[in-house]
């Protein structure tokens, strides 16, 4: 079990600060702010996050410094989520992350740089949350449960870790029963196959279907090739049906007439239908491709 959380004294960053906010949430130990020991080091007991020259999660050591530029983009956050099991889950859903460890690694500039925005748009970014969490906690040299920013720092970590956990398991629920359709639609050169995910009803995923359909496309890298998802509706027995990412070929509107469509939103973005036919809800989609 770990009793203490160590990190580096000094100026805090997202990275440890996130950091230290899992590992409260897991192991409710204190936190110390302070330059570690070699016993520190050696004791597994003892968390030692962000400093340290040392990545050896057996003995709850999660520096990243030491790596190499060659190394791919990584902070402490990433070390600990790895660690928990939790960090391809992280990857793959929390758009937050990557340019976290781009920024902590390779600082701003290069951030700005590999996100394709200007330097000034990294700034324009930061919020007064981050700042004053960021500041209060680099006033600190300990926190211990109960104190008021402790609290508040395992809120963070306690909602980052139940986010990935409850992902993860939905995830293993939507593999098991998602289908994949290829539908083929009007072009401008003729027709061209396009994707569907599709959720049936009989899947158990009936809380926040097309939000665990979204996390598996992406999960599942497929975000290039996708463009509608069609799941459960959750206020009847029939579909929702949406398109993904706002492809700019779907418009729902389009179906707004059918006999078993219920519901389409004035944008086009989603539909609701009464339809539970596999056929007619590829039809359903099919119809309201824009074509080419």
């Given at each position: 079990?770990?009793?203490?959380?160590?990190?580096?004294?000094?100026?805090?960053?997202?990275?440890?600060?996130?950091?230290?906010?899992?590992?409260?949430?897991?192991?409710?130990?204190?936190?110390?702010?302070?330059?570690?020991?070699?016993?520190?080091?050696?004791?597994?007991?003892?968390?030692?996050?962000?400093?340290?020259?040392?990545?050896?999660?057996?003995?709850?050591?999660?520096?990243?410094?030491?790596?190499?530029?060659?190394?791919?983009?990584?902070c402490a956050l990433s070390l600990v989520l790895d660690h928990l099991?939790?960090?391809?889950?992280?990857?793959?859903?929390?758009?937050?992350?990557?340019?976290?460890?781009?920024?902590?690694?390779?600082?701003?500039?290069?951030?700005?740089?590999?996100?394709?925005?200007?330097?000034?748009?990294?700034?324009?970014?930061?919020?007064?949350?981050?700042?004053?969490?960021?500041?209060?906690?680099?006033?600190?040299?300990?926190?211990?449960?109960?104190?008021?920013?402790?609290?508040?720092?395992?809120?963070?970590?306690?909602?980052?870790?139940?986010?990935?956990?409850?992902?993860?398991?939905?995830?293993?629920?939507?593999?098991?029963?998602?289908?994949?359709?290829?539908?083929?639609?009007?072009?401008?050169?003729?027709?061209?196959?396009?994707?569907?995910?599709?959720?049936?009803?009989?899947?158990?995923?009936?809380?926040?279907?097309?939000?665990?359909?979204?996390?598996?496309?992406?999960?599942?890298?497929?975000?290039?090739?996708?463009?509608?998802?069609?799941?459960?509706?959750?206020?009847?027995?029939?579909?929702?049906?949406?398109?993904?990412?706002?492809?700019?070929?779907?418009?729902?509107?389009?179906?707004?007439?059918?006999?078993?469509?219920?519901?389409?939103?004035?944008?086009?973005?989603?539909?609701?239908?009464?339809?539970?036919?596999?056929?007619?809800?590829?039809?359903?989609?099919?119809?309201?491709?824009?074509?080419?």
């Open positions: 079990m770990i009793h203490t959380i160590l990190t580096h004294p000094g100026g805090a960053h997202k990275d440890d600060f996130l950091a230290v906010c899992v590992l409260a949430a897991e192991h409710a130990a204190p936190i110390v702010r302070r330059e570690p020991t070699d016993a520190d080091l050696d004791d597994p007991g003892v968390a030692v996050v962000d400093v340290g020259g040392r990545h050896e999660p057996a003995r709850a050591n999660f520096d990243h410094h030491h790596f190499d530029r060659a190394h791919p983009p990584t099991g939790l960090y391809a889950e992280a990857k793959a859903l929390c758009d937050w992350l990557e340019p976290a460890e781009h920024f902590d690694s390779r600082g701003p500039k290069k951030t700005a740089e590999w996100l394709g925005v200007p330097r000034r748009a990294i700034a324009q970014l930061h919020s007064p949350i981050d700042v004053t969490f960021l500041r209060r906690f680099a006033a600190t040299t300990t926190l211990a449960p109960g104190e008021t920013l402790y609290e508040a720092m395992r809120f963070v970590g306690e909602d980052l870790l139940d986010y990935l956990r409850t992902a993860r398991s939905r995830l293993a629920e939507v593999r098991t029963h998602v289908e994949r359709w290829t539908l083929s639609v009007p072009s401008a050169t003729g027709t061209e196959d396009v994707q569907v995910v599709f959720l049936p009803r009989d899947s158990g995923v009936l809380d926040e279907p097309s939000s665990a359909l979204a996390s598996y496309v992406r999960a599942e890298k497929l975000t290039d090739v996708v463009v509608a998802l069609v799941y459960p509706d959750r206020r009847g027995e029939g579909y929702g049906m949406s398109r993904y990412e706002d492809h700019p070929a779907l418009d729902f509107t389009r179906v707004a007439a059918e006999p078993d469509v219920h519901f389409a939103h004035a944008s086009g973005f989603v539909c609701k239908t009464n339809a539970t036919d596999e056929a007619r809800l590829r039809e359903l989609v099919t119809l309201a491709w824009k074509r080419g």
